[in-house]
Nanobody
Framework: QVQLVESGGGLVQAGGSLRLSCVAS????????MGWYRQAPGKQRELVAR???????NYADSVKGRSTISRDNAKNTVYLQMNSLKPEDTAVYYC????????????WGQGTQVTVSS
């Protein structure tokens, strides 16, 4: 079992920045990759950014160039730095962990709300 706890969400004006954090605990040795997803009201949950154990990253086109995912292995923490935020970035952001060879999240955090005002 892997437990994930997100923090760092909040209300920010358009053009501002936020850094989300996700602390993993439990069977962290089983984690192959971690990612940030988001879900806006009335929309499906979508991948925002992902980082694997080798450090390779990928981003949604909508956040590419504005967001950076990183990890601190010593703290079992993954970060999502988001800059130049837009109102359309408003969503609940979830941290997720993959523990199998398939790039499918098996564990989820509780989510943290990000609201960007225009």
């Amino acid at each position: 079992q892997v437990q994930l706890v997100e923090s760092g969400g909040g209300l920010v004006q358009a053009g501002g920045s936020l850094r989300l954090s996700c602390v993993a605990s439990g069977s962290i040795f089983s984690i192959n990759a971690m990612g940030w997803y988001r879900q806006a009201p009335g929309k499906q949950r979508e991948l925002v950014a992902r980082i694997n154990t080798g450090g390779a990253t990928n981003y949604a086109d909508s956040v590419k160039g504005r967001s950076t995912i990183s990890r601190d292995n010593a703290k079992n923490t993954v970060y999502l730095q988001m800059n130049s935020l837009k109102p359309e970035d408003t969503a609940v952001y979830y941290c997720a962990a993959e523990v199998t060879k398939q790039p499918v999240p098996m564990y989820w955090g509780q989510g943290t709300q990000v609201t960007v005002s225009s």
